[in-house]
């Protein structure tokens, strides 16, 4: 018979998912509290982390609510880069968002909280735009990876991050949340529509 | 015989174009001694007018460089929603945004000065992409005053924001200033055929 031995004289170095519980402990007390009134110690000990954890996934309390976006960012850019070199740029890049739906759909209620958190402050929005153009810059660049010329692959960025922000606010919006995958394909469809002139 | 007579103890209240030349003497300190060095007085004192008059048309010396876009924006509005009713959403931004494209191009070297300026400092990115978000919002609105429903009139709107900031980049960075309606319409076509997957 073996026995499972935790030494607590040892820090402990497996903490599953320590990054997702920082993100859900922060959300929840910056709901409960206000953003301001809501200390880094406070949001590892909800966690049941340490703050040492803390800063070794993010700069500070604010990048909380960001830094999972450049693990989206990371995974639309590897899905575009491998989409089949068969698919046209419009539809790689539909490659990438909808996988980087079907990631925000896999996160329960978080992605909703932080939505309503950013859309309370102005500064908080500020820094949402920034990123996602950010995220449509590096997008851009994939697609030139991929042998599209400019301005079509700048183009093609800018109005797939337009039709992912779309799709995700209305997402959010649901009162029951739906498919977001298939919420971005839908959005595309129309976008489709929208610049036929229909 | 008359002869005009000017009382110089009474203030002048005729200031042609007043804003442009305030704009265009805030440009050119920026680009001399830099956004911080430059003083209100100094570009009141530049333009040949007071730092009252600085104040009748902008808040602070960053406002100089983002109020000209409320005008584009009140310009482009009201084009979509004098648009004849019978034009399909996409082409009713298309007008706007042309009208936009012929203001700016009127304005000389004011806009590339002016675009260069904000791509050196990230603080006036930022302010940048919160007047374009803005100036989205206020499209899809009037949009939806022409009976377009949601997401088709977001959706038409961001993606005509998209289009006329790649079109407004290329064009500020042409050697030779080109046609920039012209330039908006093409984009467009370009979108048009990106999401076509062409």
Redesign the interface.
């Given at each position: 018979m073996s026995v499972a031995v935790i030494n607590y004289d040892q820090p402990m170095r497996w903490e599953p998912d320590s990054r997702g519980r920082l993100e859900q402990a922060a959300i929840s007390l910056y709901g409960e509290r206000g953003f301001e009134n809501t200390t880094v110690a406070e949001i590892a000990s909800r966690a049941g982390l340490t703050e040492r954890t803390f800063f070794r996934h993010f700069a500070d309390k604010r990048e909380v609510l960001f830094a999972g976006g450049l693990l989206l960012q990371e995974l639309i850019v590897s899905e575009v880069s491998g989409a089949p070199d068969s698919l046209?740029?419009?539809?790689a890049v539909a490659v990438g968002l909808e996988a980087a739906g079907a990631a925000i759909q896999e996160r329960g209620d978080y992605p909703r909280q932080r939505q309503r958190m950013i859309a309370a402050s102005a500064e908080l929005?500020?820094r949402e735009?920034?990123k996602l153009?950010a995220l449509a810059a590096r997008l851009a660049e994939a697609l030139r990876e991929r042998g599209v010329d400019d301005?079509?692959a700048?183009?093609?960025a800018?109005?797939g991050i337009?039709?992912f922000?779309?799709a995700v606010e209305?997402w959010n919006e649901e009162d029951e949340p739906g498919d977001l995958p298939q919420l971005i394909r839908d959005?595309?469809d129309?976008?489709?529509?929208?610049?036929?002139?229909?």
């Open positions: 046209p740029p419009v539809d929005q500020e735009l920034i153009a301005p079509a700048s183009l093609t800018e109005v337009a039709v922000r779309i209305r959005s595309l129309q976008l489709r529509a929208v610049t036929a002139g229909r």
